[in-house]
């Protein structure tokens, strides 16, 4: 073989062994983000798909110039300081907090270096996430949706939607940090407005069950449930058994409503998660969570269904309608 052929054989030989190299190198070189969610990765598709829209916005795109950890617990809370003592070990560039407060919890626990982003319902500043809203302080920030105030306006628009209320259920989960914060500021609340409220609680889907049994001697004549990750898991089951048992609800956001149930209010998930998305961008580029504000939802809901009002032979007042974001027929 003539020399000139030979250097060009071995430099093309060592071109190809060189390729896979560098594509490693790529890839050892992208930013990780760890993500943890205490729910399935089903259930949390379309909020996950909106994280990544952020991410996509603030240019960033998953498997082109950043790579994503993800850890779902499926349910399984006391799996979570595990799956967040591993995305520390892994050394990841930053942890997104979602599905519920004990996700940024667990993370929080884990470490006290690596970012946190967080989806929190409560107020972080209470709960000792951060110092303050505008100067976090610490390696968290993120988004706060402070449901305690939405769960007032939705007890608000039950007593709009059914006028004659004079009592409510309300279901919530007690494993919940804001459990006891909430309900007292709701009975609060519903007292100044002269409506009794019947407690009830439910930690699984079973105990929903068991709940809405309980209803019945209470003659409740609507049913206030609690913004929390349970209901969205279980959102086919709620809205089946408050049409079962013929009871006006109303929820935290659309996805009950879009499998039957009443009328929801709320935050838009995906308009949560695709803030989470240009914050862990923000990191990404070198911004410190301590010096990053915490941010509240600018994305509100009104989500009425038109059929399970009728099928509750509940007459939609029109100006309830007007201000409706969405209706399903």
Known sequence: MPDVRRRELIGLLGSAAAWPLAARAQQAAMPVIGFLNSQSRQEWRRPTAAFLQGLADAGYVEDRNVAIEYRFAERRFDQLSALAADLVQRQVAVIVTSGGDASARAAKTATDLIPIVFALGGDPVATGFVASLARPGGNATGVTSLFATLELKRLEFLRELVPSLSTVALLANPDNARFVGD????????????????????????????????????????????????????????????????????????????????????????????????????????????????????????????????????????TLLARADEVIE
């Open 183 to 318: 309900i007292k500021k709701i009975q609060e609340a519903a007292q100044s407005m002269g409506v009794a409220v019947h407690v009830l609680t439910a930690r699984t889907g079973i105990e929903f069950d068991l709940a809405f049994a309980a209803l019945a001697p209470r003659r409740v004549d609507g049913l206030l449930v609690m913004s929390d990750p349970l209901v969205i898991s279980e959102r086919d089951r709620l809205a089946s058994l408050a049409a079962r048992h013929a009871i006006p609800a109303i929820y935290q956001n659309r996805e009950l409503p879009a499998v039957g149930g009443l009328i929801s209010y709320g935050t838009s998930l995906p308009g949560v998660y695709r803030q989470l998305g240009v914050i862990a961008a923000r990191i990404l580029k070198g911004a410190k969570p301590a010096d990053i504000p915490v941010e509240q939802p600018t994305k509100f809901e009104l989500v009425i269904n038109l059929k399970a009002a009728r099928a509750l032979g509940l007459d939609v007042p029109p």
